[in-house]
């Protein structure tokens, strides 16, 4: 079955400091890949997909179809980036599978 | 444009009772998904609908059901309700499967 693992629940950066949440897929064929974010009291929104290639509020992800990785980077954290980050895999038509989400704290 | 509405916002019922939760999409999207939030399981995909039709299916039990009207606006319904449906459902509108979606702020539904 198709999964989407997302390492850390928690992850604490200091404002200013370059941030890498990480996403692991397992399928090796070439699926649809998204970064949503939810912050505090405000809906789910996309933030990113693979194909559109686009860098999003200073946010990248770079699929890596050989690591099967899908990490989210930016390289100056902001106090607005914390927030709870999804990474979410699709195969074209099919269904989203997320992954159990990472906690961004940037502190100041 | 108005965003992604979903009704009611909040919901208590009880064991055994059945619900059903409206979603409304952003005028003109077509596509309307529908999904499970727990603090157990996460976000799980429940279904899709796209022009009155069901497009995708997740893991979920046939109690868990839903429709698409011609106006794009989306019900699901839970029968026979358990404890472990408690839960925050979101809806969320896309113009297409593969276009940018919109979700809603959630119906979050407590079973007792």
């Known amino acids: 079955a198709q999964r989407v693992t997302q390492p850390e629940k928690l992850l604490s950066v200091f404002k200013g400091a370059p941030v890498e949440l990480k996403c692991n897929y397992s399928?090796?064929?070439?699926?649809?890949l998204f970064w949503y974010v939810q912050y505090s009291r405000q809906r789910l929104q996309l933030l990113l997909r693979?194909?559109s290639r686009e860098s999003i509020k200073g946010f990248t992800a770079d699929l890596n179809k050989g690591e099967t990785s899908f990490h989210l980077k930016k390289p100056f954290a902001q106090e607005e980036d914390s927030a709870m980050y999804y990474c979410a895999f699709r195969l074209y038509g099919q269904n989203f599978v997320f992954g159990p989400g990472t906690r961004l704290s940037v502190l100041p | 444009k108005a965003g992604v509405t979903q009704t009611p916002r909040y919901l208590i019922k009880t064991r055994g009772q059945q619900v059903t939760l409206s979603c409304s999409p952003i005028s003109g999207h077509r596509s309307v998904s529908w999904y499970q939030q727990t603090p157990g399981q996460g976000l799980q995909f429940l279904f899709e609908y796209f022009s009155e039709t069901q497009r995708n299916k997740g893991n979920f039990p046939g109690r868990f059901s839903g429709r698409q009207f011609s106006n794009s606006r989306s019900e699901m319904n839970v029968s026979t309700l358990e404890l472990g449906d408690s839960a925050l459902y979101l809806c969320?509108?896309?113009?297409?499967?593969?276009?940018?979606?919109?979700f809603g702020p959630g119906t979050r539904l407590t079973v007792l």
């Open positions: 399928y090796s064929g070439s699926p649809e």
């Open positions: 969320a509108s896309s113009l297409g499967t593969g276009e940018k979606d919109f």
């Open positions: 693979h194909i």
